[in-house]
């Protein structure tokens, strides 16, 4: 069923409604972004205003991590909204093995080396699921120029259906609810 008679997407999407209640204003679907992975033990890179943060030989830029033994890649996790032809995705990142992630960094400063996917591990809380350990996943290059994408193991979780069947409206309205950004009663008044 599409979306496209659903008053509530018609306000989402609409940049030039403003909520009567607080003159907020949506432009429809918006990712979830990570700064760094779950167990990063030292700070966020975003408020420190550096673009490397380095502790120590630990360091985290925008799209890659490196703290003791531990390697991570940014990634996109993507999941299709049903009824519509768009999606919305997290930005988490993966821990990959010291040898993909040495593979990803080659190709990452130099595209003409080969990148094909490896194996990782989901690293981050999503809000509005229960995650309680780290999710089996591959990592699958994105397109030209594009972060990486994780796909999650087939009957690891139900990410894994999700990103093959989609999510409603309603759930994505949750998602951003349980991030924190409860917009469902912005979208209810006409």
């Known amino acids: 069923m599409s979306l ?18 607080c003159g907020q ?14 167990p990063w033990p030292h700070g966020n890179r975003a408020q420190s205003g550096k673009d490397v943060l380095a502790v120590g030989d630990d360091k985290l830029t925008a799209d890659l991590c490196a703290f003791g ?13 049903i009824g519509s032809d768009q ?20 190709n990452f400063y130099n595209p003409d080396e080969p990148f094909d996917g490896c194996f990782a591990w989901l690293t981050n809380q999503l809000p509005g699921f229960e995650i309680d350990e780290p999710l089996p996943c591959n990592l699958v ?24 069947t989609g999510i409603t409206f309603d759930r994505l309205l949750d ?16």
């Open 69 to 81: 033994k531990y390697r991570f890649v940014r990634c996109v996790l993507p999941i299709p909204i």
């Open 87 to 106: 999606r919305f995705a997290f930005g988490p990142w993966g821990s990959v093995s010291q040898d993909s992630y040495d593979i990803y960094v080659r």
């Open 4 to 21: 496209a008679g659903d008053p509530r997407w018609q306000r989402f999407n609409d940049s030039s409604r403003a909520c009567p209640c």
């Open 25 to 38: 204003a949506f432009s429809g679907v918006f990712d979830i972004g990570y700064d760094h992975p779950d």
């Open 175 to 190: 998602i951003y609810a349980a991030a924190g950004q409860d917009i469902r009663p912005h979208l209810l008044q006409s």
């Open 141 to 164: 290059p994105g397109a030209n120029g594009q972060r990486p994408v994780l796909e999650v193991h087939d009957g690891a979780h139900e990410l894994a259906e999700l990103q093959e």
